[in-house]
């Protein structure tokens, strides 16, 4: 095929006088080196990690829409308070998309290379919110004979992030899981591998029917954080299953405190011996998300063996290296359809994702309505 000579692209840019700016780029494709591909991008999932930074800080209830029906742009404001956590990022415009999938339309001299042109493949790289991607060889994943763009798109942040939790368990000695947020298409992953390796996983949820998804999947334990008999719920899963680790996708209010609390009181069920300093058993959660924007707030009710951190996938990736990574990913090519298969409710182009109507959907992190970005539809 005739490769256009550019691509357009979702761009964000925060300004220092506190204005995020949303628009359409256009950009000159650039021609792979001997070890790069040109990937038509045709499916690209609007993850929370990829709003985090399409969206920044910026109060969206503020959100103006402008520009032409072919190049909408989108203007909000972003409180005062929260631009010094973006300092980083102050007056650049930003490429959005962490991952995505479509066909390899061009290719360079490297036999690796050339040995994707026309294939269908998953590609993980940032900046995959574009109607044409170049990117290396090494970061793509061919799909298998059958398998569309849209079946591939998430083949890597949400697999790959529901394998490390699970890898991070076995290697810090825990035998048991806790998750939150828990009906998220993440959360149904996860619920699919614990089932399948016979790993122990409490669930939290907020909604009647977020329980329901889960039990319907065949989760054990799911208990609903605004249920008057929360903690205790909790706290009894914990004891059925011993969970010492916990992966928290809302980071900021009181539920991070809770689990570690529940998490004493279910080791003082067995405890033999009184301790002033608690348990000795380490409790562990890692926050790997931000669905709650505001302060992490807990009581020190459990002890003195305790920690509470950041967990990010790429940083894991290259903590257990190429070889680790290469397994973990296998894993995911060969049950891409069953274990790691997504589901999306809308799927949008790029003009639809800078309307407000859209905006104000997917933008909410609801249960059940992720968005799917097709660049070229």
């Known amino acids: 095929m005739t490769l256009p000579a550019t691509t357009l692209q979702i761009r964000s840019l925060v300004s220092r006088d506190g204005q995020l700016t949303l628009s359409l780029a256009e950009e000159a494709i650039a021609q792979p080196a001997a070890h790069e591909v040109i990937?038509?991008?045709?499916?690209?999932?609007?993850?929370?990690?990829?709003?985090?930074?399409?969206?920044?800080?910026?109060?969206?209830?503020?959100?103006?829409?402008?520009?032409?029906?072919?190049?909408?742009?989108?203007?909000?404001?972003?409180?005062?308070?929260?631009?010094?956590?973006?300092?980083?990022?102050?007056?650049?415009?930003?490429?959005?998309?962490?991952?995505?999938?479509?066909?390899?339309?061009?290719?360079?001299?490297?036999?690796?290379?050339?040995?994707?042109?026309?294939?269908?493949?998953?590609?993980?790289?940032?900046?995959?919110?574009?109607?044409?991607?170049?990117?290396?060889?090494?970061?793509?994943?061919?799909?298998?004979?059958?398998?569309?763009?849209?079946?591939?798109?998430?083949?890597?942040?949400?697999?790959?992030?529901?394998?490390?939790?699970?890898?991070?368990?076995?290697?810090?000695?825990?035998?048991?899981?806790?998750?939150?947020?828990?009906?998220?298409?993440?959360?149904q992953m996860l619920n699919r591998i614990c089932l399948q390796d016979g790993i122990p996983l409490v669930n939290i949820v907020r909604k009647k029917e977020q329980e329901d998804i889960l039990r319907g999947l065949g989760a054990k334990y799911v208990c609903n954080a605004t249920s008057p008999t929360f903690m205790q719920d909790l706290t009894d899963a914990l004891v059925a299953t011993g969970a010492t680790l916990a992966f928290d996708a809302i980071g900021g209010g009181k539920l991070a405190g809770q689990i570690l609390t529940c998490m004493e009181a279910a080791l003082n069920k067995t405890a033999t011996e009184y301790s002033r300093y608690g348990s000795s058993t380490h409790k562990q959660v890692y926050i790997y998300g931000g669905l709650d924007r505001g302060p992490t707030e807990f009581t020190r009710g459990f002890g003195m063996t305790w920690g509470m951190g950041g967990w990010l996938l790429f940083p894991f990736l290259q903590k257990i290296g190429p070889e680790g990574a290469a397994k973990l990913k296998a894993r995911v090519a060969a049950e891409l359809k069953t274990t790691f298969a997504s589901h999306y409710t809308a799927e949008l182009s790029l003009v639809e994702a800078l309307d407000l109507a859209q905006i104000a959907v997917y933008s909410r992190h609801a249960t059940g309505e992720k968005a799917l970005l097709n660049p070229n539809k």
């Open 39 to 187: 990937v038509r991008v045709e499916a690209a999932p609007m993850n929370p990690s990829d709003l985090g930074l399409l969206f920044g800080a910026a109060d969206l209830r503020t959100a103006k829409a402008s520009g032409t029906a072919s190049r909408p742009v989108v203007t909000a404001d972003v409180p005062e308070a929260a631009l010094k956590s973006m300092a980083g990022r102050l007056d650049q415009s930003m490429q959005v998309g962490n991952e995505g999938a479509g066909v390899v339309v061009a290719a360079g001299a490297s036999p690796e290379a050339q040995a994707l042109l026309g294939k269908t493949v998953a590609a993980l790289g940032g900046a995959m919110y574009t109607q044409y991607r170049t990117i290396a060889a090494a970061q793509c994943m061919p799909l298998a004979e059958g398998q569309t763009p849209a079946e591939g798109a998430s083949a890597f942040v949400n697999p790959l992030t529901a394998l490390g939790m699970v890898e991070t368990m076995r290697r810090e000695g825990h035998k048991a899981l806790v998750h939150t947020a828990a009906a998220s298409n993440l959360g």
